[in-house]
């Protein structure tokens, strides 16, 4: 079964950093491309980045400067980290898997004092 399961979401204030994973199962994540996801309530979906199977990465404007997607292969796990947090990142994030248009159930971030 094709999985992803999303996890490191939680209460930050502002300025601080999280770590969000999605542990991929039933593929091979670093033979795919995946893209992180984010939907803060009321708006819609914000693609916020993406690693393609060569480990080439894309940032969009609004983490970039502040984030990195990384992966490691050997625990089939992708990585967001996001540092220097905002109000406006406060979102749920979902790591999706780009080929098969699937999503994990997400992880939610607040971004509060």
């Known amino acids: 079964e094709v999985r992803l399961v999303e996890s490191g979401g939680g209460l930050v204030q502002p300025g601080g950093a999280l770590r969000l994973s999605c542990a991929a199962s039933g593929f091979n994540l670093s033979a795919s491309a995946i893209s992180w996801v984010r939907q803060a309530p009321g708006k819609g979906r914000e693609r916020v980045s993406v690693i393609n199977r060569a480990g080439s990465t894309w940032l969009s404007d609004s983490v970039k400067g502040r984030s990195i997607i990384s992966r490691d292969n050997a625990k089939n796990t992708l990585y967001l980290q996001m540092n220097s947090l905002k109000p406006e990142d406060t979102a749920v994030y979902y790591c999706?898997?780009?080929?098969?248009?699937?999503r994990g159930q997400g992880t939610q971030v607040t971004v509060s004092s």
């Open positions: 999706v898997l780009i080929e098969a248009s699937l």
